[in-house]
């Protein structure tokens, strides 16, 4: 069964960039198409980014450009790179397959990882 760690995560200063990273366990990483999601408090989780097996990505409109979702497919793990942190970037992030793991009939989510963004 998969297994999601998220890392990386942390306090930053508005302007400044952030690289998480998401391990993935399992030998069908590399067929998988992969997601960042994002939780802010009180808001519904949002996806941030995408990526297929053959690194096709989309991100929403509002945070292209400052984003940038990759993986490596011999290391198992994604990443995602955000630049230009704003405070609304604040949030726990998520990682996950497309569609969503399921583990004993349930989504599956990792613990995420937090990030901070404040002066």
């Known amino acids: 069964q998969v297994q999601l760690v998220e890392s990386g995560g942390g306090l930053a200063q508005p302007g400044g960039s952030l690289t998480l990273s998401c391990a993935v366990s399992g030998s069908t990483f590399k067929i998988k198409s992969m997601a960042w999601y994002r939780q802010a408090p009180g808001k519904r989780r949002e996806v941030v980014a995408t990526i297929t097996p053959t690194d096709i990505t989309t991100y929403p409109g509002s945070l292209q450009g400052r984003f940038t979702v990759s993986r490596d497919n011999a290391k198992n793990t994604m990443y995602l790179r955000i630049n230009n942190l704003k405070p609304e970037d604040t949030a726990i992030y998520y990682c996950?397959?497309?569609?969503?793991?399921?583990?004993?009939?349930?989504?599956?989510w990792g613990q995420g990882t937090q990030v901070t963004v404040s002066s």
């Open positions: 996950n397959t497309l569609p969503t793991a399921i583990v004993a009939g349930h989504d599956y």
